[in-house]
């Protein structure tokens, strides 16, 4: 078992709305990745922060953006939610040579 | 060609018999992780290898380095099993400045009772 935490595991939202994922890291990693996974997908790396800075991304629009706090914990906002938007949001947390440990998982559907 | 490839894409079998699903990557890795997803349901980390071979349960992950390919076996399958099994390959860090973790497509396993 990992401690990794993501919050909530479950979530429904109207298209338009904002939403917000937490993610809290493994202790002693200062390093926090996102991935969408769509269904019937492989996950798909959104970004990463590492020490409160994003330190990487992939093909997301602007309107996906995150945070990362001192303790090292994220969050994944997402503004202007669209139906495609509906995914598994999984969150991974990792250190310069330690392993990566990833969260279960939030389940995000929009209406 | 994805860097990391898992066979077979979808496989039912019968309760009780063995399973052997396969992953081949063709980057360095420092680790390789299995993942299972029930449908609708989250992530669960089974196993995370660098090296040999680990067990819990009925289930086993392999990992041979230098072929560049692990395989997750489950012995005395069970309906219950049924689900998406994932392979994750981790990147060392100074290999690779972001994107550290790549994911195959998963492999849909079904089990009859």
């Known amino acids: 078992e990992t401690g990794v935490t993501q919050s909530p595991t479950h979530l429904i939202k109207t298209r338009g709305q904002q939403v917000t994922l937490r993610c809290s890291s493994q202790?002693?990693?200062?390093?926090v990745s996102w991935y969408q996974q769509a269904l019937g997908q492989g996950p798909q790396f959104i970004f990463q922060y590492y020490r409160e800075e994003e330190n990487g991304r992939g093909n997301f629009p602007p309107r996906f953006s995150g945070l990362q706090f001192p303790n090292y914990s994220s969050e994944l906002n997402v503004n202007a939610l669209e139906l495609d938007d509906s995914a598994l949001y999984l969150c991974a947390s990792s250190s310069y040579r330690a392993e990566a440990f990833f969260g279960q998982g939030t389940r995000l559907t929009v209406v | 060609k994805n860097e990391v490839e898992q066979s077979p894409q979808n496989l039912t079998a019968q309760e009780g018999e063995f399973i052997t699903i396969n992953c081949s990557y063709s980057v360095g890795i420092s680790a390789l992780h299995w993942l299972q997803q029930h449908p609708g349901g989250g992530i669960v980390s089974l196993f995370m290898l660098s090296s040999g071979k680990k067990k819990h349960g009925r289930l086993i992950a392999t990992i041979n380095i230098q072929e560049k390919h692990s395989s997750l076996h489950i012995t005395a399958s069970h309906p219950r099993d049924s689900a998406v099994y994932i392979c994750?390959?981790?990147?060392?860090?100074?290999?690779?400045?972001?994107?550290?973790?790549?994911f195959g497509k998963g492999t849909r396993l079904h089990i009859l009772p």
């Open positions: 994750a390959a981790t990147r060392p860090r100074y290999m690779n400045r972001d994107d550290k973790i790549i």
């Open positions: 202790s002693g990693h200062n390093t």
